[in-house]
């Protein structure tokens, strides 16, 4: 048995408190709706279940912006580009304050393209007290084009390439927003969509992934086990930006940008409590739900169980 699996279950009463940061914004993706999503885990009482269980929730707020119609632009290369600057810069600058605050953020987008906020604000509070982030983009796609390698323009596909240094979007979003990350403390689970731009820039990069394949063949256990050994409890913020469409479409309907062949709810499940008990997480997104695309609710139902359990909360909870 490893040091992982030993590690203790989190007391619920004395962790951080948890700070549910909403971004309705939807404009980063090809298709509207992630917008509504923070409304919807409301609606869902997602911050009744996770206070039912003894950890305390200190807010549960949206932030604010002018989404600047003005702004906004249909056309690639980067499709409102200036839109996603405003949300971007308000994401990271709640979530910054929330753990300034001692406070847990969890983010709750919203399309893919506010992790840029978010991220950049764990690496920012990070390096402030000495440690480094390392990102767990748990997601079917890579998010790793850049303006000119992006078949859509959407920008919620060039976040994790604006996070680890490619950076096109600094003067608009603020240079201060985008503190670097180094590529090689980066690793994707469930990657199965990847433009072909992405790919050779991805192994360039020295970005650690893993296919659902991959997975299945291994083991989740075995696949977080391995990737939370590169990195030192002692010295490393974990972030956790968990993109919904890392699952199946036939369990998760609602997302945007849906690819088959996904993982499980139960192995995603199995990821995000693992996480949890790692000690090492200090922030996490929740990303990409479009209520528009769901059926029944089950979508969101799934979100925040998964929510529930980056918090150390067990399913049954
Ligand atoms: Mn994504």
Not at 53 to 78: I, K, Q, W, Y
Not at 99 to 113: I, K, N, R, T, Y
Not at 218 to 243: K, N, Q
Not at 244 to 267: C, K, Q
Request: glycine fraction near 8%; charged fraction near 20%.
């Amino acid at each position: 048995m490893t040091a992982l699996l030993r590690s203790p279950i989190l007391d619920l009463h004395e962790a951080r408190p948890v700070h549910i940061i909403g971004v309705p914004f939807g404009a980063g993706a090809g298709l509207a709706g992630c917008e509504f999503a923070p409304a919807t885990f409301r609606a869902h009482g997602l911050a009744g279940r996770i206070a039912a269980t003894g950890r305390p929730v200190a807010r549960d707020t949206d932030v604010t912006f002018t989404n600047e119609l003005a702004l906004l632009s249909a056309s690639a290369p980067a499709r409102n580009v200036g839109a996603v600057a405003t949300a971007l810069r308000a994401t990271h600058k709640a979530t910054l304050e929330a753990l300034q605050a001692g406070e847990f953020p969890l983010v709750l987008g919203g399309d893919h393209s506010i992790s840029m906020g978010s991220v950049s604000a764990a690496s920012r509070y990070a390096r402030a007290h000495g440690k480094r982030v390392a990102i767990i983009w748990l997601d079917a796609h890579a998010d790793f084009n850049t303006p000119e390698t992006s078949p859509s323009g959407n920008l919620h596909g060039m976040s994790l390439a604006q996070l680890t240094g490619e950076r096109s979007l600094s003067n608009l979003a603020g240079a201060q927003v985008f503190t670097p990350i180094r590529a090689q403390d980066v690793t994707i689970i469930g990657l199965r969509s990847v433009d072909d731009g992405e790919e050779r820039a991805l192994e360039e990069a020295g970005i650690h992934f893993y296919a659902p394949d991959q997975v299945r063949a291994r083991g989740m256990s075995a696949v977080i086990e391995e990737t939370l050994r590169r990195h030192d409890p002692a010295t490393t913020h974990l972030h956790v930006s968990l993109d919904l469409d890392v699952m199946d479409p036939a369990h998760v309907p609602g997302v945007g940008t849906p690819v088959e062949n996904g993982l499980t709810p139960a192995e995603i499940l199995e990821a995000a409590s693992m996480l949890a008990a790692s000690g090492m997480m200090a922030s996490a997104d929740l990303v990409e739900l479009n209520p528009t695309r769901d059926r029944d609710g089950r979508t969101v139902d799934i979100a925040i169980t998964l929510a529930a359990a980056l918090l150390g909360i067990a399913a049954s909870a």
